[in-house]
């Protein structure tokens, strides 16, 4: 089953914590990304990777950072959560150009 | 910059009404445009998606045409049911600025009464 696995699904922790959410993917797709949702907000996109070591800054990068060592992983770290950290995260893959994107089931992050 | 705006919910409607939520677009090239639904708990999932101008996207008896003239991309359903509640979300993707990043709108929550 083509799928997009994240983990843990809900994670509380403290500020300063360092933290990892992976995500991983089975359908070779060469994009991945990740979101943040936020009520009012909608969804942001935070880091994407278009392939195999080239990652880029979304729209809202600050306090994260991603690696892309293999097609299909794509983790999201998290070196001194804080507070306004706290939401839902989303990981995606798509096949790029105007294919559909594949969501994850959502991490819920808690930031004490 | 390219930008997706919808209706503001939260939109309340009785099970088989008609639902429409509005979606307007801008972009500076030929973007593709999609809807996305979001149910409790879950990840987006692709509804429907249209092309090009004058493409009819259809799903589940959800559908939207997309509008060049208009640049809007309204997503429509004769008759709703419960099953129906989530987040609906309207994007888009438009190469010739911005290859694979996908333009959420902020959403649209939709409630659907028995």
């Known amino acids: 089953e083509a799928q997009v696995t994240q983990n843990p699904r809900y994670l509380i922790t403290v500020t300063g914590k360092k933290l990892t959410v992976t995500c991983s993917q089975n359908?070779?797709?060469?994009?991945m990304s990740w979101y943040r949702q936020d009520p009012g907000l909608g969804l942001r996109q935070i880091y994407y990777?278009?392939?195999?070591?080239?990652?880029d800054k979304g729209d809202v990068p600050e306090g994260y950072k991603v690696s892309r060592k293999e097609k299909r992983n794509f983790p999201l770290i998290l070196e001194s959560p804080s507070p306004n950290q706290t939401s839902l995260y989303f990981c995606a893959s798509s096949g790029g150009g105007f294919n559909e994107q594949f969501f994850g089931p959502g991490t819920r992050l808690t930031v004490l | 910059g390219n930008s997706v705006t919808q209706m503001e919910g939260p939109v309340t409607l009785s099970e088989e009404a008609f639902l429409t939520i509005n979606c307007t677009y801008t972009?500076?090239?030929?973007?593709?445009l999609f809807w996305y639904v979001q149910y409790p708990g879950e990840g987006l999932q692709l509804l429907l998606k249209?092309?090009?101008?004058?493409d009819k996207g259809s799903n589940k008896g959800f559908e939207a045409t997309y509008r060049k003239e208009t640049t809007s991309f309204h997503l429509e359903k004769g008759s709703v049911q419960v099953s129906d509640s989530a987040v609906y979300f309207c994007a888009l993707i438009d190469l010739k600025t911005s290859y694979d990043k996908v333009i959420f709108g902020p959403g649209t929550s939709l409630s659907v009464i028995p």
């Open positions: 990777s278009m392939n195999v070591e080239v990652t």
């Open positions: 359908m070779n797709h060469e994009y």
């Open positions: 972009a500076t090239g030929y973007p593709s």
């Open positions: 249209a092309t090009k101008a004058d």
